[in-house]
């Protein structure tokens, strides 16, 4: 079992910045890939960043160049995973969740959501 808990969602204006943040603890035996998404209201759920354990990444198109996925491995059992969010828009309003792939200790493949943070930009 992995349990993901995210922080730093809120209300910012346009142009502002926000970071979030959430930790991957658990029965973890190692991390591969974390990755943020994002859900509007009434639209499907979109990927909108990834960072795999070799450090590749992948952004999508519309937050290029404003957004910045990073993560930290406090320790075996912590992983940190952060999404750098500056030049905010009106468009990056919605719910932000994170999405890990990790292998357990009892050697199962284990893919998992958090329960998701609202970010909202506006005046």
């Known amino acids: 079992q992995v349990q993901l808990v995210e922080s730093g969602g809120g209300l910012v204006q346009p142009g502002g910045s926000l970071r979030l943040s959430c930790a991957a603890s658990g029965s973890i035996f190692s991390m591969s890939t974390m990755a943020w998404y994002r859900q509007a209201p009434g639209q499907q759920r979109t990927l909108v960043a990834t960072?795999?354990?070799?450090?590749?990444?992948?952004?999508?198109d519309s937050v290029k160049g404003r957004f910045t996925i990073s993560r930290d491995n406090a320790n075996n059992t912590l992983y940190l995973l952060y999404l750098q969010m500056n030049s905010l828009k009106p468009e990056d309003t919605a719910v932000y969740y994170c999405?890990?792939?990790?292998?357990?200790?009892?050697?199962?493949?284990?893919?998992?959501w958090g329960q998701g943070t609202q970010v909202t930009v506006s005046s």
């Open positions: 960072l795999t354990s070799g450090g590749s990444t992948i952004y999508a």
């Open positions: 999405n890990t792939e990790a292998i357990t200790q009892l050697g199962y493949s284990s893919i998992s």
